[in-house]
């Protein structure tokens, strides 16, 4: 007979990290494992930089940022390590969204305030900022390098078991649970778990469709594209750097772009901007790790234009994969003895320690998440 779990976290990227860390919290018996080694470059969650952008106006994805501004905070006490820095995040352009995420973050007593073209541009003199400009003190850059270890040693001190270089090759419902076939570096084992919190990004889709219940682990859509963000030289050495967003109008100004542009800088590698999830499609397995010739001169283009401060011939191209649904919203629920959490890519890392929370509410039974991230919608 094999080894016998209470629950089993399968990937421990960083929403799989955050679950074995919220789980150990409670007292639970926990098993993380993750089928590469640490800090691996594979999937979403490597790099030393995400934004913390605050830049929304439903009220599910406003009450997570409150909590997770304070979750970031208590990890940074507990841990002696600094996860966030605050260097503000501005949104700009012509987007009416901008009013709409105003009045929701102030609602929620999150700052957020108009400032003038003009005021922007001498603040921060590497952007060229276009028409509108939502300023949002609270936001910064999250560093993921650092944030996958503390959730992990965190976790460990609370008893959960860590397990790098253990790939789920195959996962079954059976009637006590699930029954997972593991391999590693010590062979092939089988494990039986109470429940499982599946947490694969990319690889979601592949580890769930040969699950004995498959036709009952429905999910939406999920689209795994290789996104390939760049890391500009800086062209001015003097310039100060918010994290930024760029929301595209109608007209000439926009026709050559793929998404709006997100971007910020990351200390000693540039300024790193990109498109938001419209890299091609890949096998999480099969990726060139390239950058896509007709993205990355359009990429070029739009810090020639809009980003003064930076030089658009000098770069270092970034991969990552996105996992997306269709209609942008998480999937965080459980069917049976599996909790699912997918779909993050894109705007999820910010939300980390939250959903780590969510992911140990739906396995402890304690509360669900909310409506907008059934997997059944």
């Not at 501004?69 to 507990?78: F, G, H, P, S, Y």
């Not at 260097?87 to 973050?105: C, F, K, R, Y």
């Not at 919190?197 to 219940?213: C, I, M, P, R, Y």
Request: some cysteine.
């Amino acid at each position: 007979m094999g080894t016998i779990l209470d629950t089993v976290v399968i990937g421990g990227g960083a929403m799989g990290s955050a679950a074995a860390w919220a789980l150990s919290r409670r007292g639970r018996q926990v098993t993380l494992l993750e089928q590469f080694g640490p800090g691996h470059l594979k999937g979403a969650s490597h790099g030393a930089t995400r934004n913390l952008n605050p830049g929304y106006h439903r009220p599910e994805y406003v009450a997570m940022l409150a909590e997770s501004l304070a979750l970031w905070d208590e990890l940074e006490q507990e841990s002696g390590q600094r996860l966030l820095t605050r260097t503000g995040i501005v949104s700009h352009g012509p987007d009416p969204v901008l009013s709409e995420i105003q009045a929701a973050l102030s609602e929620a007593g999150i700052r957020a305030d108009f400032l003038s073209v003009d005021a922007a541009s001498e603040r921060w003199s590497g952007i060229r900022f276009d028409q509108q400009v939502l300023y949002m003190p609270d936001g910064g850059q999250l560093n993921p390098e650092a944030a996958l270890p503390v959730f992990q040693q965190l976790a460990g001190a609370r008893g959960a078991e860590i397990r790098h270089h253990t790939k789920v090759v195959d996962l079954q419902i059976v009637d006590d649970g699930v029954r997972l076939t593991l391999d590693s570096d010590a062979g092939t084992e089988t494990v039986t778990a109470a429940q499982a919190v599946v947490t694969a990004g990319g690889w979601t889709e592949k580890l769930l469709a040969g699950a004995t219940s498959a036709s009952q682990l429905r999910l939406p859509r999920l689209r795994v594209t290789q996104e390939q963000p760049v890391h500009f030289g800086i062209a001015d050495p003097h310039a100060v750097w918010p994290g930024f967003n760029h929301y595209p109008g109608s007209g000439a100004a926009y026709k050559d772009w793929y998404s709006p542009v997100y971007g910020m800088q990351t200390p000693g590698e540039g300024i790193k901007a990109g498109w938001h999830g419209v890299g091609p499609v890949v096998d999480p397995d099969r990726r060139s790790f390239q950058p896509e010739p007709r993205q990355l001169a359009a990429l070029q283009d739009y810090a020639r234009r809009w980003l003064p401060g930076v030089d658009a011939d000098s770069f270092e191209a970034i991969s990552c994969t996105y996992t997306t649904t269709p209609d942008e919203d998480f999937v965080l629920d459980r069917i049976g003895p599996v909790v699912i959490g997918a779909g993050f890519s894109g705007h999820g890392f910010k939300f980390t320690p939250v959903i780590g929370r969510i992911l140990a509410d739906l396995a402890t039974g304690t509360r669900t998440a909310p409506t907008i991230f059934s997997a059944a919608r």
